[in-house]
């Protein structure tokens, strides 16, 4: 933490600031960068869970393509049927693009946030 960072003021129930004292003699931190860690942690768990999602996104719309294209591929409905599954295919193929893109960005983002952080539970002691 550098000393030209931001200053504010916070206003925390007194059990909520028992925990972060307790926390920071635990770990040898000061209260200041057990926040900071505590922090941190939280965005990175979000962005992780965002990742999972989109993977868990992917996996379903790879799914469905391969349900579609086989029921195209198998030619035995009516003309319509098939042209209404073609644009269908074509839809989650652009979702899928879509996804990827976002999977990528996640990624990228995650892998920052992990070499940015400092190490799990570091002590000064």
Same mark, same amino acid.
């Given at each position: 933490?550098?000393?030209?960072?931001?200053?504010f003021k916070i206003r925390l129930p007194r059990t909520l600031k028992a925990k972060l004292d307790q926390a920071?003699?635990?770990?040898?931190?000061?209260?200041?960068?057990?926040?900071?860690y505590r922090l941190e !942690?939280?965005? $990175?768990? *979000?962005?992780?869970?965002?990742l999972e999602h989109r993977f868990d996104e992917l996996d379903?719309?790879?799914?469905?393509?391969? !349900?579609?294209? $086989?029921? *195209?591929?198998k030619g035995d409905a009516d003309k319509q049927a098939i042209e209404n599954?073609?644009?269908?295919?074509?839809?989650?193929?652009r979702w899928h693009e879509?996804?990827?893109?976002?999977?990528?960005?996640?990624?990228m983002e995650v892998s920052k946030q992990q070499e940015q952080s400092p190490p799990k539970r570091a002590s000064r002691k």
């Open positions: 933490m550098t000393a030209d960072a931001p200053h920071s003699r635990l770990s040898g931190l000061s209260i200041t960068a057990e926040i900071v !942690d939280s965005f $990175a768990s *979000i962005e992780t869970k965002m379903t719309v790879n799914r469905e393509i391969d !349900d579609l294209q $086989a029921f *195209i591929d599954a073609r644009t269908q295919l074509q839809s989650l193929q879509l996804l990827i893109d976002q999977v990528s960005h996640l990624t």
